[in-house]
């Protein structure tokens, strides 16, 4: 699981330390980390200027030094910089020289700016300046790292990294604040929050319940009745709202954990045999055991087809409240435990295929078969294009959904299907691109009625950038916002609805029994039984850095249901005062399962064997 960038700038500004221009109580402070060999450096330098010009003293600038390497040409740079204010007390003159004499330095262009500012020679006098000016450079450079900077240039406005294009006019949008600039910075610190969607998932939980249980009780309901779809000719593709969204929108998510699932065992922390199994034979103690205390409560008849329910965990939930616990839970457990929620899911799914089906179609679910075997055709051919994966995985959808399979596991499919390509050789992309910008920089003094880069340029960046990353990948990072803050959210508002009544436990105590302890026992026991046996005859690996302790807390927080748990008790419980007391029992065993799982991972356990 990787690591959110840090946005804030570390340390803050500190006019008694660093270089800056303008006045001491501007309203706007713009702060670049920056190198002097780097080309676009050179680029910002003027667009710096403009940003001056046209803000006077409403802003201060600040240079920081984040150069490549310790002994680069930008190192020694930066260092003459320093040096030259070690010596004179003045830093911008030569700053400015180093920017439009740059960036390709070479020892004559050092020798004359030494010459121009009649910098003394490195002797033994003048040995603390450079000594100082070094320690200042790499201050800078750890400065940069604690702030997430990773390229140069990199610009923070009032002390939050700035993240999109650094022309003049952007730049001083983002300056401004503009209502469409807050609205993305807020949305983008809200994402990027680790617990963010966890939240969100209860809030909108909690919208349900409210709603549920108001006067707007009944017009919410026939809300998700609303019948949507397609019409031809009297005939069509007709589905109520709740249906799109427990099959359509959820197809969507299962689509992202086959590809969560997918990159963790093939280039993830999970890729080697050892490692990969421990979460796998966990994922599996959580399912077997939770199943049979379930069975074994539950009364025989149609309460024994919930038998599903505590099978899955909620990952949005558990994920956040790892996230909260900051660093008393390993980045290893965290994978461990991510893995092992999503196997559950994929067994979930698997499970609703096969256990929780009307009739089956036998054409459309031979028509199935023969798109899946197109989606294989197409991975095997090298076809990496997405357009053809889309139609065949819609096409997939719909003939799933007609054979009377669940719909979702359409999502399973597509990403098991999805293309990989071997890792991009970044250093021959590179100069690929640059021979392009080159090429077309060339070009200036021919632009008479041009506006920008040639097309034929346009698309051979496009096509460079369109090799950065497989399209598994790229696939991942775009449908992973959309799954955590859009689809999850609008499935909890649709299914987490329930009327509290005392009614709803007449009858189904035994059902509700059977639910809360296969969630809160079955789940945190059978992954830690499993995962003691698995280690113990050698299967598996445990990583050294969380203990067992840590193991069984995050086997309790995978007793959150919630989510899949509610989709497959809709499945399994068409009678609604089956469902509304299943319901119950789930966000009773979810919050249980979630305080539980806190309570064991709170103490700070030195990892062990």
């Not at 197809?251 to 969560?260: I, K, M, P, S, Y």
């Amino acid at each position: 699981m990787a690591q959110k960038r840090p946005t804030k700038l570390d340390p803050p500004v500190d006019l008694s330390r660093d270089h800056s221009l303008g006045e001491e109580n501007s309203e706007l402070v713009l702060v670049e980390y920056g190198n002097y060999a780097r080309e676009s450096c050179h680029a910002a330098h003027e667009v710096v200027a403009a940003l001056r010009d046209r803000f006077g003293s409403r802003m201060r600038y600040v240079f920081r030094h984040r150069p490549a390497g310790e002994k680069t040409a930008a190192r020694r740079a930066a260092e003459l910089a320093e040096f030259a204010y070690q010596v004179t007390g003045e830093f911008w003159p030569v700053h400015d020289a180093l920017m439009k004499r740059g960036p390709a330095f070479t020892e004559d262009d050092f020798a004359q700016i030494k010459q121009e500012f009649n910098l003394p020679p490195p002797d033994q006098e003048h040995s603390s300046a450079w000594t100082a000016a070094k320690a200042r450079v790499q201050e800078d450079v750890e400065s940069a790292k604690r702030s997430g900077v990773i390229i140069t240039p990199t610009f923070f406005i009032n002390g939050r990294r700035y993240e999109g294009p650094w022309d003049a006019t952007s730049l001083a949008e983002a300056m401004l604040g503009g209502l469409g600039h807050r609205v993305h910075a807020a949305t983008v610190d809200f994402i990027r929050w680790g617990p963010s969607a966890g939240f969100l998932l209860l809030a909108m939980s909690i919208l349900a319940l409210a709603f549920a249980n108001s006067p707007l009780g009944p017009a919410f309901n026939r809300l998700w009745a609303t019948p949507l779809g397609i019409r031809i000719n009297g005939g069509g593709f007709i589905l109520p709202l709740l249906k799109w969204i427990n099959d359509g929108l959820l197809a969507v998510f299962f689509l992202f954990v086959g590809l969560e699932i997918k990159r963790e065992f093939t280039v993830g922390r999970l890729s080697t045999l050892r490692t990969g199994a421990l979460p796998v034979i966990a994922a599996f103690g959580g399912i077997a055991l939770p199943i049979g205390i379930y069975l074994f409560i539950a009364p025989p008849g149609p309460m024994a087809a919930g038998w599903g329910v505590p099978i899955a965990t909620d990952t949005a939930f558990a994920v956040a409240i790892m996230v909260l616990l900051g660093a008393r839970v390993s980045v290893e457990l965290r994978v461990f435990l991510t893995a092992a929620v999503i196997i559950d899911d994929l067994v979930a799914i698997g499970v609703i295929a096969l256990f929780y089906t009307d009739a089956i179609n036998p054409n459309y679910l031979i028509a199935s078969v023969l798109v899946t075997g197109l989606l294989v055709a197409l991975n095997r051919s090298g076809i990496y294009s997405p357009l053809p994966y889309a139609v065949l995985g819609l096409a997939l959808w719909i003939c799933l959904h007609e054979a009377g399979l669940h719909a979702t596991l359409a999502g399973v499919i597509l990403a098991l299907v999805t293309p990989t390509l071997p890792p991009a050789n970044f250093r021959a992309l590179l100069a690929q691109a640059e021979t392009i910008l080159q090429a077309e920089w060339k070009r200036a003094d021919e632009a008479l009625m041009r506006h920008g880069p040639s097309e034929p340029a346009l698309r051979a960046l496009d096509a460079i950038h369109g090799r950065m990353q497989s399209p598994a990948d790229k696939l991942l990072r775009t449908i992973e916002p959309w799954s955590s803050f859009c689809v999850l959210p609008i499935f909890a508002l649709a299914n987490a609805g329930v009327i509290l009544s005392g009614d709803v436990f007449k009858g189904h105590s035994s059902l509700m029994l059977a639910i809360i302890l296969g969630l809160v026992v079955g789940k945190p026991v059978g992954i830690f039984a499993a995962s003691w046996l698995a280690v113990r005859f050698r299967i598996a690996v445990k990583p050294k850095e969380y203990s067992w302790r840590q193991l069984a807390g995050a086997g309790a927080l995978a007793g959150i249901g919630f989510t899949m748990s509610l989709f497959i008790a809709g499945e399994a419980f068409p009678n609604p005062p089956d469902f509304a007391a299943a319901k119950i029992a789930i966000f009773i065993a979810s919050i249980a399962a979630g305080v539980l799982g806190t309570l064991m991972l709170l103490p700070r356990v030195p990892p062990t064997d």
